[in-house]
């Protein structure tokens, strides 16, 4: 006799919800650390770590992983600094891109539905942001290497 106290897992729509507040906060978060990604990897690691206090999923496991991973590679290889932030916002944006199309199909009458999705709009606008910077320091880089052989 099972008395059903493991409750019901969240439906998709309220994971999206909760899931919006994960892509405008590190949005921002990526956004910072691609305009800041000098301030050294411990920071990197850091945020990588964060990621899991939102939660325990493949996405959020395997996103802290890789960040951390390139954070420590950045700090011991010379050029690999501008992956974590860039990683970190490719990943924020591609929740973000899950989150609208879960609020394409459902939710339309849900009064958290247009707050949802300012969220998530806002953290994928922020880490397109943080990607091209990232991407601008590494041209840089690259610029100042092939300036200086």
Same mark, same amino acid.
């Given at each position: ?11 998709p729509y ?32 850091? +945020?990588?770590? /964060?990621?899991? &206090?939102? &939660? ?11 960040? +951390? ?25 591609? #929740?973000?891109? !899950?989150?609208?199309?879960r609020l /394409?199909?459902? $939710? ?6 247009? +707050? !949802?999705? #300012?969220?998530?709009? !806002? $953290?994928?606008?922020?880490?397109g942001i ?16 092939? +300036?200086?052989?």
């Amino acid at each position: 006799m099972s008395l059903n106290l493991s409750g019901s897992a969240p439906s998709p729509y309220i994971n999206a919800v909760n899931d919006a507040r994960f892509v405008r906060t590190f949005g921002i978060i990526a956004l910072l650390g691609s305009i800041f990604f000098f301030i050294g990897g411990a920071v990197a690691i850091g +945020v990588g770590l /964060a990621v899991s &206090g939102f &939660g325990s999923g493949y996405y959020y496991r395997t996103l802290r992983l890789t960040v +951390v991973v390139l954070a420590i590679l950045g700090m011991v290889l010379d050029g690999f600094g501008f992956s974590a932030p860039i990683v970190l916002a490719a990943g924020v944006a591609w #929740k973000g891109k !899950t989150i609208f199309e879960r609020l /394409a199909l459902e $939710g339309k009458d849900d009064p958290d539905w247009e +707050v !949802t999705r #300012k969220r998530a709009q !806002t $953290g994928m606008i922020l880490s397109g942001i943080g990607i091209l910077i990232s991407f601008g320091w590494l041209g840089l880089f690259l610029i100042g290497k092939a +300036v200086s052989a």
